[in-house]
């Protein structure tokens, strides 16, 4: 398995590409001469290179702060480079949004899965994560869990022994 340092800095001697020089290929890509460009089959962007250059430098962006603890040189030099050359998602019409349906089969799956489908009340409270929003007073836990009764009911991540489950009117269950 590849180190997460070499993903990200690249190996030569392994033969493993940096994430950064991935990226910057690939938007270099979007100036290649070709007789093919995306349109109305790009269900991002719709076909506007310029808004994937931006998401590309700004994917740069995303990995220079996951890497800025432990390398915070190479970091700062892609962050420089990237707002040096001002092409980066600054506004939230540039969004790499996709946008779902109304209709069945174009629809969220998560939608689908948390609201419409038959599986809607399978998904309860991990008791360890009930235990991590509370620790922190996070104020967003009744917006994102039902409260069933005085308490959250909750299961421990791994349970498997469904037979054992509370029942379904009496979980803390995502909010829909």
Request: net charge neutral; charged share 20%.
């Amino acid at each position: 398995m590849d180190k997460q340092e070499d993903i990200y800095k690249g190996n030569a001697s392994l033969g493993i590409q940096s994430l950064f020089d991935l990226v910057r290929d690939g938007i270099k890509d979007l100036d290649a001469t070709s007789t093919v460009k995306p349109g109305a089959d790009d269900l991002i962007y719709g076909g506007d290179l310029a808004k994937w250059k931006r998401a590309g430098n700004t994917l740069l962006l995303k990995f220079a702060t996951t890497i800025s603890r432990k390398e915070p040189a190479l970091a700062t030099s892609v962050i420089n480079e990237v707002l040096t050359g001002n092409n980066y998602i600054n506004a939230n019409s540039g969004d790499m949004n996709f946008t779902f349906g109304a209709s069945v089969g174009s629809q969220d799956p998560r939608f689908t899965y948390t609201a419409v489908s038959t599986f809607k009340d399978d998904i309860i409270l991990s008791t360890r994560y009930l235990t991590l929003l509370n620790s922190l007073n996070d104020p967003r836990l009744p917006i994102f869990f039902t409260k069933p009764a005085a308490n959250y009911v909750t299961i421990d991540n791994g349970f498997r022994a469904p037979f054992l489950l509370p029942l379904r009117t009496g979980r803390a269950t995502i909010n829909t």
